[in-house]
């Protein structure tokens, strides 16, 4: 059970381009969010979703985009990257029917724009 | 809209004393749950411990407690004994049920050192 995974861990880009990060859980979990953390913020979420096919904006969704076509996946795409969107990014999962509501966490992505 | 707030950016503590980070936090929701996130230098985010708004009791998991004051809205982590390993960026967190998907709302974190 590797829980949530994360790739890459460190991504460097220029500015205009695009990438994909990517994500994935291996707990059936219904819902997944993104997460961006930018030092005196915490973690602000950018999208999200509640099951295959939907997806629903978050705190800061402006130049990215996901989308959800099976229950383990939801990778995040930026479409032209830009030197604000440099932040550490971090992809959660939940059980739609928890009581707890604890999100388990991927190990994170630290993007840099140049 | 719901909000969480840590006024403390940093705080320190000698190994084996007892220190305590603050939270505040602002919804007219009237249930909600509120956690104590630790994120290390590995960045991974972990659970430290968690206090449903309709238990009186403060949650305790070991060394860790809460201070949860409902009427003031007040979430304070007490670490008792401090270790080195508790060395860490701290956050305070919330779920408000307003209905639909219950975002977790972050405050903006408290960096505790540990010294020896």
């Known amino acids: 059970n590797a829980g949530v995974t994360q790739t890459p861990k460190f991504q460097v880009l220029k500015t205009g381009q695009s990438m994909t990060l990517q994500c994935a859980q291996d707990?059936?979990?219904?819902?997944m969010s993104w997460y961006r953390q930018d030092p005196g913020m915490g973690l602000r979420l950018i999208h999200y979703?509640?099951?295959?096919?939907?997806?629903d904006q978050g705190e800061v969704p402006n130049g990215y985009n996901v989308s959800r076509s099976t229950t383990e996946d939801f990778p995040l795409r930026l479409l032209s990257a830009a030197p604000s969107q440099t932040s550490v990014y971090f992809c959660?999962?939940?059980?739609?029917?928890?009581?707890?509501?604890?999100?388990?966490f991927g190990p994170g992505t630290r993007l840099t724009v140049t | 809209a719901q909000t969480v707030t840590q006024s403390q950016p940093e705080m320190s503590v000698q190994e084996a004393e007892t220190v305590t980070l603050s939270c505040t936090y602002d919804?007219?929701?009237?249930?909600?749950?509120l956690f104590w996130y630790k994120q290390p230098p590995s960045r991974q985010m972990i659970l430290v411990i968690r206090?449903?708004?309709?238990?009186?009791q403060n949650a305790t998991e070991n060394r860790f407690s809460v201070n949860f004051q409902k009427a003031a809205k007040s979430f304070s982590l007490k670490i008792s004994d401090s270790q080195l390993g508790d060395a860490a960026m701290y956050f305070c967190?919330?779920?408000?049920?307003?209905?639909?998907?219950?975002?977790?709302?972050f405050g903006a974190g408290t960096r505790l050192a540990v010294h020896p």
């Open positions: 967190a919330g779920v408000f049920f307003s209905g639909g998907y219950n975002k977790l709302i």
């Open positions: 979703s509640v099951g295959a096919g939907i997806t």
């Open positions: 959660a999962s939940r059980n739609r029917d928890s009581s707890s509501y604890e999100q388990y």
């Open positions: 919804t007219s929701e009237s249930d909600y749950y």
């Open positions: 206090q449903e708004a309709y238990k009186q």
């Open positions: 707990m059936n979990h219904e819902y």
